[in-house]
């Protein structure tokens, strides 16, 4: 049974740093990618990051790019999302996912983790 937990949201100021986890369990090698998405109120979900395990190919959107790293610990079957430079606009629920294809979509993933809030607010 494929699980996702993720970790790490919570409330920041501009300009600061959060580091969030997704600590997957029960992936078979057919789970390719890990993606970290986010879906604010009133908007539809959107891909932020994605890592392909295999070759640790990564994917981020205009919006984040040269902000927010992608990472995995494969030892450990967590991949992060360090998050710097912090904007209002990045507020919202977080989730991560796992799918059989590298991909920016979310509907190509399968099976997808609680989420977790971030809050950019002064």
């Known amino acids: 049974q494929v699980q996702l937990v993720e970790s790490g949201g919570g409330l920041v100021q501009p300009g600061g740093s959060l580091r969030l986890s997704c600590a997957a369990s029960?992936?078979?090698?057919?789970?390719?990618?890990i993606g970290w998405f986010r879906q604010a109120p009133g908007k539809e979900r959107e891909g932020v990051s994605c890592i392909r395990t295999s070759d640790g190919s990564t994917y981020y959107a205009d919006s984040v790019k040269a902000r927010f790293t992608i990472s995995r610990d494969n030892a450990k079957n967590i991949v992060y999302l360090q998050m710097n430079s912090l904007k209002p606009e990045d507020t919202a629920v977080y989730y991560c996912?796992?799918?059989?294809?590298?991909?920016?979509?979310?509907?190509?993933?399968?099976?997808w983790g609680q989420g977790t809030q971030v809050t950019v607010s002064s």
């Open positions: 996912a796992a799918g059989w294809v590298y991909s920016a979509q979310p509907g190509d993933y399968r099976n």
């Open positions: 029960g992936l078979t090698p057919d789970y390719i990618a």
